[in-house]
Nanobody
Framework: QVQLVESGGGLVQAGDSLRLSCAAS????????MGWFRQAPGKEREFVAA????????VYADSVKGRFTISRDNAKNMVYLQMNSLKPEDTAVYYC?????????????????WGQGTQVIVSS
């Protein structure tokens, strides 16, 4: 069982940066691949980034590649999403999720546990 709590969202201007954090509970955290997803009003939840259980492999959506960086600290049970050069189209609720299968990382259905989300609003 893994419980996830996101934090770090807020209201920023275009071009600003934010760092989202995801605190995980559970002794098996390090065995999960972790992902960040986002959902804008009226849209489906979409993949943003994922990181392997060791942190050695990362994957990004094309829309955030080069601007966002996912990282993890297994000793602290934390996952982070550093978001730079934010754009108004990045506005969404951002969710942290845990994937035990380490497969199908782009699909929300393949994730076992989800946080409650943190709101990011980017004004133009």
């Amino acid at each position: 069982q893994v419980q996830l709590v996101e934090s770090g969202g807020g209201l920023v201007q275009a071009g600003d940066s934010l760092r989202l954090s995801c605190a995980a509970s559970g002794r098996t955290f390090s065995s999960y691949s972790m992902g960040w997803f986002r959902q804008a009003p009226g849209k489906e939840r979409e993949f943003v980034a994922a990181i392997s259980w060791t942190g050695g492999a990362t994957v990004y959506a094309d829309s955030v590649k080069g601007r966002f960086t996912i990282s993890r600290d297994n000793a602290k049970n934390m996952v982070y999403l550093q978001m730079n050069s934010l754009k108004p189209e990045d506005t969404a609720v951002y969710y942290c999720a845990a994937n035990s299968a380490a497969a199908g990382i782009h699909r929300p259905l393949n994730y076992d546990y989800w946080g409650q989300g943190t709101q990011v609003i980017v004004s133009s």
